[in-house]
């Protein structure tokens, strides 16, 4: 066979060669400020759990992952309308899951934080509910755990709930005193330790409730195959250790290891 041939089959040959590999992505990844899970250097730049766990996944798992930040009720709209392909921390719910998968890679709960003034009087969140002139601060889009938002029901049907856009400005309200409680982790607030927590305190209110924070990705913009990858992929970040490994750098090993998923439930 002359050369010339030779060279046109390979050619032809390498033209319709299938390709030995499919791109995962690339896929918009929302953070949001959440005290330890997510902040902003003395740059600008973004830090924290969350931005952490995305990159050690688009290591592992080979997926272009590029992140943003964003407020958290931006971000759940975005997904609600098919705009935007994953986020961070996420609590699921019946309707967020008809939305998109959860992939679960740590187990907290949420704590009351009040002033200490005001903690000397409320034992409960019953003592609370008691007091009219008392108001409750929340992060618009937030899930804290079903008890805990049950009882935010409660009060949101009693006109004393205030809204604000997010963690950072929540909790510069409630020490400005323009409200009289907040929910929050004590993983998020190792973030401000020292004199931002002066006069703070929390009371354990809910022990018996839990807030398990997901990798979320849409099940309409991420493909099915990309999830499974991805999932696999966070599933083993849990098993070797490198979640954890993550988790102490921001809030200490301690911490870390509290945070570590109830048993039975994985990525």
Not at 203 to 210: E, K, M
């Amino acid at each position: 066979m002359p050369p010339i041939l030779r060279l046109a089959l390979l050619l032809a040959s390498l033209s319709v060669a299938p390709a030995t590999a499919v791109a995962c992505g690339p896929y918009s990844v929302a953070l949001y400020e959440f005290g330890s899970l997510g902040y902003f250097d003395a740059q600008r730049q973004a830090q924290g759990v969350d931005k952490d766990v995305v990159e050690a996944l688009a290591r592992r798992s080979g997926c272009v992952l590029n992140t943003r930040v964003d407020s958290r009720a931006r971000i759940w709209e975005q997904l609600k309308q098919g705009t935007l392909e994953m986020t961070v921390s996420g609590v699921a719910t019946p309707e967020r899951e008809q939305l998109a998968e959860f992939w679960p890679y740590l187990g907290t709960r949420n704590y009351a934080l009040m002033s200490r003034d005001t903690a000397r009087s409320l034992a409960s969140f019953d003592d609370f509910l008691a007091d009219p002139k008392l108001q409750l601060l929340v992060v618009r889009s937030f899930r804290h755990g079903q008890q805990i938002d049950a009882w935010i029901e409660q009060l949101r049907a009693l006109k004393r709930v205030s809204e604000v856009g997010d963690f950072p400005t929540a909790l510069k309200v409630l020490k400005a005193g323009r409200g009289d409680l907040m929910f929050a982790h004590p993983m998020v607030l190792e973030h401000w330790r020292g004199d931002a927590m002066k006069g703070l305190t929390m009371l354990d209110w809910a022990p018996g409730d839990s807030a398990i924070g997901s990798i979320v990705a849409s099940k309409t913009l991420v493909s099915a195959a990309d999830r499974q990858l991805m999932r696999r992929h966070l599933a083993a970040m849990v098993a070797d250790g490198e979640l954890e490994r993550i988790l102490s750098k921001h809030v200490g090993a301690d911490m870390a290891s509290r945070l570590r998923l109830p048993p039975g439930t994985q990525p």
